[in-house]
């Protein structure tokens, strides 16, 4: 960097002198001199300091130095009395203070120039930051932009061509404040389908009116904002409070492919394609939202709709199915408190949101009536239909299970409807679990929990790539499957010490196989603080942390997604894998998935196996995989029964295969597999 002086004295006689010893101690400087006020201003732009004379060729120096203002340099001062009270006034005036008396001593001198070139240096290089930051918002594809708040500081290109502007001041003279650039309605995320009677006007308003105190606040706020081509798009918003208290750097990611893929997965997984109504696991998870509050349900199953399919034909019995929803959604759509279900085959379900059972009740003989009345002309035939209800007002977690046992003994008794009494429960389904608890109990105390291996095919080498360890259990000599005594582990607070033996014997059965490995925890476990410690315990005492795969069920279950997503940090950061196990089931929270650090999503089984022969596994599995490797997933497709499903699920992209159509759950993993 050189740095050029320009200095314009008329009294220095040995002047030369000086400049010639100045340069010869400080390298690359450059001390040009002149007596003339238009050659100055003709060098003015090449200047970083001015040494300038108080009686400079007869010109009043303070008043030529105050015309150079919109120029950037500094100012020294040549006088001759520096202490001159009338020189001081002047300086004053325009803010220069710096002197240098005649005659010049060198070394002061020097040293003068030394500070002002540290200062230069400095400058070039805030200039080059500015320049080199500048140069990094422009060429990243995410909009980014400095506010303090009301007014749009600088903006980089992206954010310029997004809103279809070509300056700042555009910008601001638009938009009256920042919050303007957004549009009001907030991003449509897994939570706010379910805000089913909240009021959504006021929660538009609040999140507009609110945005950037939010944003100061919590970091990943989503917004959206209308491209200059009138689509809106959707961002994650980032802020960054500068030193100086009230200057924010916003950075907005665009995240509108994730939002659209998560909105088409939803309705895809929550509505019924023939009648597009909710299906059965939007109930489940509408059963499981305290906001939605369903007080009561009835389950509605059309009598003898397998005959009617066989005899009339499927084209026919889908007639009918769309018949009685169309007669149905009149009698109900003016009542706010209710929400229609189509179920898979032959059965609908209402839920009420009130807790007048006198007039829900009214209503399902009013549409058992109607259905009775109705006669449907599918040319060349007239088809009656009729149906039978099960109802239940319980006031448990169990409405689901109780409207169907109603529905059940409603079938059996010949009778049009039924209401859930607590008699219809299975007493039988208590003998048992007594059963299978002793045998649980026994099989804890003798070692006889054990471990199965199905092995993860690579769909691109056809080789064993992984494995997941799946527990069974020994009794009197057969091995029993977890479907008998696992969900009894769980009311009987046995399935914590499952979990535990199944990793122990997992770890120490990988610790010498080059294999991955995946073990199932849920979410009953993470929430134990007493699980981290022993998988590290069990971590130190097998060398096993990077190839054990912890597959995780996200289901209804979850209460705190942050203890979930504390665990998955916790164990990744140990060296460990993360997959999220039936993933498409209809508990999938594609919101909260965005958040978690997981490495394999787990299709969920009941999507493979009818994804020969069912369109909308189809497109879901289809769906799932794209939004997958859109966030970087691999993905695992389970009960791969048959070549025809392995073909498919290949050729949509799945990353590894599982199923007896390779192999069952065996004793041992095959070492033979590896090579």
Known sequence: MQFNILIADDEISDLDSIISNIQHQIPNISIQKSLDAKDILNNMKNIDLLIISTHLNNEESFEFVRSLEDFVFNTIFLTNDAKSDEEADKASEIGIFDFVSKPININKFKHKILHYMSIRKRELELL??????????????????????????????????????????EINDTFTEIKDIFNSRPVVIQDDINLLHEDKELLNQNQHTDWFSNIKNNNQHKLFINGKNGNDYVFVINSTLLDDGFTYIIHLKDITKEVEQQLELTNLLYTDNLTYLSNRTKLIEDLQNQKVNIKSLAIMDINSFKEINDFYGHKTGDTILKGIAELIIPM??????????????????????????????????????????????????????????????????????????????????????????????????????????????????????????????????????????????????????????????????????????????????????????????????????????????????????????????????????????????????????????????????????????????????????????????????????????????????????SKEIFDIVKELGTDYSQGYYFSAPIEKPNIYDYK
């Open 128 to 169: 080059r930051e500015k320049k080199i930051s500048h140069s990094i918002m422009n060429t990243t594809s995410n909009p980014i932009f400095v506010t303090d708040s009301k007014k749009v500081l600088f903006s980089n290109t992206a954010l310029l061509e997004l809103l279809g502007y070509e300056t700042i001041e």
């Open 332 to 641: 109900i759509i003016t009542r706010e408190n209710l929400l229609f279900y189509k179920f898979p085959s032959d059965i609908y379900c209402l839920a009420n949101l009130d807790d007048d059972e006198e007039d829900f009740t009214h209503l399902i003989k009013s549409i058992i009536e109607a259905i009775e009345k109705k006669v449907f002309k599918i040319d060349p035939h007239e088809i009656d239909a009729r149906i039978t209800v099960g109802m239940s007002f319980s006031k448990k977690n169990n409405k689901l299970i109780t409207a169907d046992l109603a529905l059940q003994a409603a079938k059996q008794d010949h009778k049009d409807y039924l209401v859930f009494y607590d008699e219809l429960d299975n007493i039988n389904e208590y003998k048992n679990n007594m059963v299978w608890t002793k045998k649980l109990k026994y099989a804890l105390a003798n070692d006889d929990i054990i471990v199965y291996y199905q092995p993860l095919i690579n769909n691109q080498t056809l080789k064993v790539d992984k494995y997941e360890c799946l527990v069974r259990m020994i009794d009197k000599d057969k091995v029993v499957s977890p479907f008998f005594f696992l969900e009894v582990s769980k009311r009987t607070n046995q399935y914590a010490k499952i979990t535990k033996v199944v990793i122990e014997k997992s770890f120490k059965e990988f610790s010498t196989l080059p294999f991955e490995f995946s073990v199932n925890v849920s979410y009953e476990d993470i929430e134990d603080p007493d699980f981290i410690v022993f998988v590290k315990d069990q971590l130190s005492k097998y060398n096993v942390a990077n190839r054990v795969v912890f597959e995780i069920l996200e289901d209804e279950g979850i209460k705190n997604y942050d203890v979930l997503i504390d665990f998955i940090n916790e164990v990744k950061s140990l060296g460990c894998k993360v997959a999220i196990d039936d993933f498409g089931s209809g508990y999938s929270n594609f919101e909260h998935l965005l958040k978690m650090n997981v490495d394999f999503l787990k299709i969920d089984a009941s999507l493979i196996k009818n994804i020969a022969t069912d369109e909308n596994s189809y497109k879901v599995t289809k769906t799932i995989i794209d939004f997958a490797k859109n966030l970087n997933l691999k993905t695992i497709a389970e009960f791969v029964e």
